[in-house]
């Protein structure tokens, strides 16, 4: 191993090697978010290494997040005290899901998380629905809008199609088997470092 001089304190040589080794990240990547996640606020995070981020902060020095339609389900998700702040390495998790080089496998339970909206460990047509208002409001069109019953009908439709038992929801494992399926899934459910 080369000398490694980190200007974060705490990221270490064997801690950056281990991230490589636990993410779908290489060391330039996992770099390139410290020194973003850093740059938020320095001197807390030179003093704290698991210093939480508020989740404004993260999505003003990330822009990728600032428009996405899931962006809370994404803090709940990835969070791991669930209260709406980042980690370093929560944001890691979060960056290496979205990473090209993440299994579809993977992918597939950080979707089925992610669009378990009611966290019921089932996707039903509840969230279905919801699914469907967050990726289809406009609101400078609020007259563009999908109606109940047309929700509904999506919803039905749809797990007809892959509620294998025919329970009325999808579980995790018909998830991953239905949507590991689809070519765009991978490239779909990814963003650019």
């Known amino acids: 191993m080369g000398a490694f001089q980190s ?3 705490g ?5 950056l090697e281990e991230y490589t080794l636990l993410t779908y990240l290489n060391k330039g990547q996992i770099l390139y978010l410290m020194k973003k996640f850093h740059s938020i606020n320095p001197e807390k995070i030179s003093m704290d290494y698991n210093y939480r981020v508020q989740k404004q902060d993260i999505i003003a020095k990330f822009e990728v997040l600032r428009n996405n339609p899931f962006q ?7 969070s791991s005290q669930q209260d709406g ?5 929560d944001l890691l998790d979060l960056c290496s899901a979205m990473s090209p080089d993440c299994p579809a496998e993977v992918k597939a339970a950080w979707a089925f998380r992610i669009f378990d909206i009611d966290e019921d ?3 039903t047509p509840k969230d279905i629905c919801n699914i469907l208002d967050r ?4 609101p400078n069109n609020r007259t563009n809008f999908l109606t109940h019953a047309e929700k509904m009908k999506i919803a039905d439709t749809i797990l007809e199609k ?7 929801s999808v579980g995790l494992a018909e998830f991953r088997l239905m949507i590991t399926r689809i070519p765009e899934f991978t490239s779909s459910f990814y963003f650019r470092l």
């Open 7 to 9: 200007k974060y304190p």
């Open 11 to 15: 990221l270490t040589e064997d801690l």
């Open 72 to 78: 809370d389900r994404l803090f709940r998700v990835f």
């Open 85 to 89: 702040c980042f980690s370093f390495e």
């Open 121 to 123: 460990n089932q996707i």
């Open 135 to 138: 990726i289809t409001w406009d």
């Open 162 to 168: 892959v509620n294998l038992d025919k329970s009325g």
